[in-house]
C-alpha cells in the first residue's frame, strides 16, 4: 500500500529524533524500495521517505513507504522536503548508471554530479547524515584489478565513473571542511529479483536468472563467458548499507569503504543455474559494455569495512542462484 507524506509529517512531534528519519533519493531504482522496506522494518512505518521522479515503482509501493516527488537537482525542494519531514539522514541514491550514462553522458553529468552537490548541501545545511554509494565503477583500466585497496589509483573512463570519484572526493571534502557526516561504500554489481537494473554494465547478472526462468531459457550475454566481475545479492548490499550508516562514527577510520562479496564470470553463473535449470542455455554477444567490465576490478579488498564496522556477506554464489530461481519462479507463479 502506497503512504502519503501527510501522515509522515503528523507523527513528528519534535525536532530531536531517537529514531532516524531516512529520505531516499532515486528510491524506485533497482536498490530503494528493497532499502525503504529494511528501513520500516527496523525502525517502524514512519521512518522512510522515498521519492523520485517516476511514479512509485511495485518495490516502494509493497515497501509500504512514503513517496513524495523530488527531482533531486532541486535544491529548494530537496530542503523542503528536508525540512517538513525532520529528516536525519539522505540516502542518496538517484544516479545513471555505466552503460546508460555513455548513451547519454550529458545527462549522466548533470544528474550524477549536480544531485551529489545539492545533496551534501542540503546534508550540510539541515545537518543530516548523508550516504551516497560508490561503484566498482570509481575503478579504471590503470587500477590493480585483483583484491582492489581501499586507495589506489581512480582514473575510471566512464563519465558514470567520473561521477563516482566526483562523489567520493566531494564528500570526503564536505567532511573535512565542514563537519558533514558523509558515509559511502563502493558497491559491486547487485543482484536482484523484486526490481530490475537500471542499464549498468552487470546488469547480465540478473538478466540471466530471469531469461532461465522463461519457458525457453535461453540468454544472450553482453560480455564474455570469462568477464569475472565484482558481485553481490541485495540482501547483503542493503544489510552493509545500514551497517554503515549507522555505525559509531568514532570507529570510520575513512569515509568511503570498498565491499566485496562474490566474483564470478556469466560461465559461472550459467554452471550455477544449471544446478537447478539443467536446459539453461547461454551464448555471447560482447557489446560496448565488454571495454567497461574490462576497466573494472575481479575483486576488492574490503578489510576497512570488516575491521571498522564488522561487515560480513552472508551469501554464496550456491545460496543466492537458489534463492533468485526460487523467488523470480514464485513471483512468475503469482505468489509473491
Ligand atoms: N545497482 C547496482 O548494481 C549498483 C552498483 C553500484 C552502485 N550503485 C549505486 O546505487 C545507487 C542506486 O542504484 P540503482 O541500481 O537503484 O539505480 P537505478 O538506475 O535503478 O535507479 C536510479 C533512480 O534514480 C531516479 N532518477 C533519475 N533522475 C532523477 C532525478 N533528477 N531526481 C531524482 N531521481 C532521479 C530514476 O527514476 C531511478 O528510479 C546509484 O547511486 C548507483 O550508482 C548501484
Ligand atoms: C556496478 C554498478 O555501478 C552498476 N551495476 C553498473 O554496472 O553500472
Request: aromatic share 8%; proline share 10%; glycine share 8%.
Given at each position: 500500500m502506497l503512504r502519503f507524506s501527510s501522515l509522515f509529517v503528523r507523527n513528528a512531534?519534535?525536532?530531536?529524533?531517537?529514531?532516524p528519519r531516512i529520505l531516499i533519493t532515486g528510491?524506485?531504482?533497482?536498490?530503494g524500495g528493497e532499502l525503504a522496506e529494511a528501513l520500516r522494518g527496523r525502525?517502524?512505518?514512519?521512518a522512510v521517505l522515498c521519492t523520485d521522479?517516476?511514479?512509485?515503482a511495485p518495490s516502494v509501493q509493497s515497501s509500504g513507504a512514503y513517496f513524495r516527488y523530488l527531482d533531486c537537482t532541486n535544491k529548494d525542494d530537496f530542503a523542503r522536503l528536508v525540512v517538513e519531514h525532520r529528516?536525519?539522514?539522505?540516502?542518496?541514491?538517484?544516479a545513471l548508471l555505466s552503460a546508460i550514462g555513455e548513451r547519454n553522458p550529458k545527462e549522466a553529468l548533470h544528474l550524477n554530479m549536480r544531485g551529489t552537490e545539492v545533496a551534501l548541501e542540503v546534508a550540510q545545511n539541515y545537518g543530516s547524515v548523508i550516504m551516497i554509494p560508490s561503484s566498482?565503477?570509481?575503478?579504471?583500466?590503470?587500477?590493480?584489478?585483483?583484491?582492489?585497496?581501499?586507495i589506489t589509483i581512480q582514473r575510471p573512463n566512464t563519465i558514470y565513473g567520473v561521477s563516482k570519484v566526483y562523489a567520493e572526493l566531494l564528500g570526503e571534502y564536505y567532511h573535512k571542511r565542514f563537519g558533514v557526516d558523509f558515509r559511502c561504500v563502493r558497491y559491486p554489481g547487485i543482484i536482484s529479483w523484486k526490481s530490475a537494473p537500471g542499464?549498468?554494465?552487470?546488469?547480465w547478472s540478473n538478466h540471466a536468472f530471469f531469461a532461465a526462468c522463461e519457458p525457453q531459457s535461453a540468454y544472450t550475454c553482453f560480455?564474455?563467458?570469462?568477464?569475472k566481475m565484482p558481485l553481490m545479492y541485495v540482501p547483503d548490499c542493503i544489510k552493509g548499507t545500514i551497517d554503515l550508516m549507522l555505525a559509531?562514527?568514532?570507529?570510520?577510520?575513512?569515509?568511503t569503504y570498498n565491499l566485496n562479496a562474490l566474483s564470478f564470470s556469466p560461465d559461472d553463473l550459467a554452471r550455477a543455474i544449471r544446478r537447478h535449470v539443467p536446459h539453461f542455455k547461454i551464448d555471447y554477444a560482447p557489446d560496448m559494455r565488454q571495454a567497461i567490465a574490462d576497466s573494472?576490478?575481479?575483486?576488492?579488498?574490503d578489510a576497512d569495512a570488516r575491521r571498522d564496522w564488522g561487515w560480513q556477506p552472508q551469501y554464496s554464489l550456491e545460496a543466492l542462484t537458489a534463492d533468485m530461481l526460487q523467488n523470480i519462479m514464485a513471483q512468475r507463479a503469482g505468489k509473491k
Open positions: 512531534s519534535s525536532n530531536s529524533f531517537s529514531m528510491a524506485n531504482g533497482q536498490l525502525f517502524g512505518p514512519d521522479i517516476r511514479v512509485p529528516i536525519t539522514h539522505i540516502v542518496h541514491y538517484a566498482i565503477a570509481a575503478f579504471g583500466p590503470t587500477t590493480p584489478r585483483m583484491n582492489t585497496p581501499n542499464g549498468g554494465t552487470t546488469d560480455v564474455r563467458p570469462d568477464t559509531d562514527e568514532k570507529k570510520l577510520s575513512c569515509r573494472w576490478p575481479v575483486s576488492l579488498d
